[in-house]
């Protein structure tokens, strides 16, 4: 593999966002037309769907959509979207359908297979036909485990748009690792400012002395440095053998992970809304969600062999809690960097040698955003 350094890769003359992108709602309506649903986006791990008819909905903008284990084991999404008069019909973030999905309203019902079977009284009307309102498909696929939708109607293939990514983790076998551990949390800030956040280290010595002692912040090395998916590796210190409280494996190396890997932690930015980070025993993953121009969601996952996770053994809340406390120190320095952004004194600046990765991520998110389809 052919890597380059941060530094090498600087986009020229690269500046920090205009003032708009981070506090115009108009920005964010464009965002979610040409963004958020146009593009595949991680909704969540596959396992958090385990029974035939669970479900979770993911709100997105004025979107939302049902995502559900069907009869058959695979796994859909719908609009969540009555065909009637349109009423939404799951409210809850998840739960479980027994055989069929109703509306409130009139009592529409669907089967997990999105088709309606149930429409009260409606067959005194001329040529109704069932057939004819099935719920709108969301189009679905599975990637290492990771669930991605897209509500383009005519979305790319899933294969090609992640074509970079492909086998590309497979040492780490994601598809086999269970969630341990989910943290949900809320950020006063715009939800670019945590992916940019997330791609640099220049801000680890200051912000995160602990996650600077276990590894060097002018040590990354990227493997993508340009288009959707972004990152790469940063070597551990000498002493450090993973990103814990101790900075000790807290639990055996995951099978696949051998030779330089580890030594390494893999930080990637999947666009838009997706971070992983792959350690040597274990992987982490965010999900990020607009809520409004100046707020955003953020979950964010650890995931270890199904073996650590049985056996009880190991004290994995080391990695857990040490990246809590990280993460609750990158969502405060957002929100301060969202304060500030809001002045009339703001204006764009410089980007530095160790955040050519953000120069990287705003020109890919400025070519989406103003593509005309
Ligand atoms: S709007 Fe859903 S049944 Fe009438
Ligand atoms: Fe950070």
Redesign the pocket.
């Known amino acids: 593999m052919n890597f380059k350094k941060t530094a090498e890769t600087l986009i020229k003359d690269a500046h920090t966002l205009e003032q708009d992108y981070y506090i115009n709602p108009d920005i964010l309506q464009k965002e979610y037309e040409n963004i958020f649903l146009k593009n595949w986006i991680c909704a969540g791990r596959s396992s958090d769907l385990n029974e035939k008819g669970q479900y979770k909905v993911i709100n997105i903008g004025t979107e939302s959509v049902i995502v559900l284990r069907g009869d058959d084991g695979e796994l859909i999404a719908y609009y969540n979207v009555?065909?009637?008069?349109?009423?939404r019909?799951c409210e809850k973030e998840s739960g479980q359908f027994s055989k069929s999905i109703q509306?409130?309203?009139?009592?529409?019902t669907y089967n997990l297979n999105g088709q309606l079977f149930g429409?009260p009284n409606m067959d005194t009307v001329d040529k109704f036909n069932k057939n004819d309102y099935s719920l709108h498909p969301v189009t679905i696929a599975e990637w290492d485990g990771f669930m991605f939708i897209n509500l383009s109607d005519s979305p790319k293939e899933f294969e090609t748009a992640f074509a970079p990514l492909m086998n590309r983790f497979s040492h780490w076998s994601i598809a086999d690792l269970a969630v341990h551990e989910t943290k949900q949390y809320i950020v006063n800030g715009n939800w670019k400012l945590v992916i940019q956040n997330y791609c640099e280290c220049y801000h680890c010595p200051i912000l995160h002395p602990d996650l600077a002692a276990i590894h060097n912040y002018m040590g990354g090395h990227n493997d993508l440095y340009e288009g959707p998916f972004l990152g790469g590796y940063m070597d551990l210190n000498e002493d450090k053998e993973s990103i814990t409280a101790s900075g000790q494996l807290c639990c055996p190396p995951l099978d696949g992970v051998k030779g330089d890997n580890l030594n390494r932690v893999y930080y990637y930015s999947i666009f838009p809304n997706m971070l992983l980070s792959l350690h040597p025993e274990y992987v982490m993953y965010h999900t990020v969600w607009p809520e409004g121009i100046d707020k955003c969601k953020v979950t964010c996952s650890w995931l270890f062999s199904k073996q650590t996770v049985d056996s009880g053994e190991y004290k994995t809340s080391d990695a857990i809690d040490f990246w809590d406390m990280t993460n609750k120190q990158d969502w405060y320095i957002s929100q301060l960097a969202q304060l500030g952004i809001r002045s009339k004194k703001y204006f764009p600046a410089p980007y530095s040698g160790q955040e050519s990765l953000l120069a990287a991520f705003d020109k890919h998110y400025l070519s989406v955003l103003n593509q005309s389809v």
């Not at 009555?82 to 009423?87: D, L, N, S, W």
């Not at 509306?103 to 529409?108: A, L, T």
């Open positions: 009555c065909r009637h008069r349109g009423t019909i509306c409130k309203y009139h009592g529409w429409a």
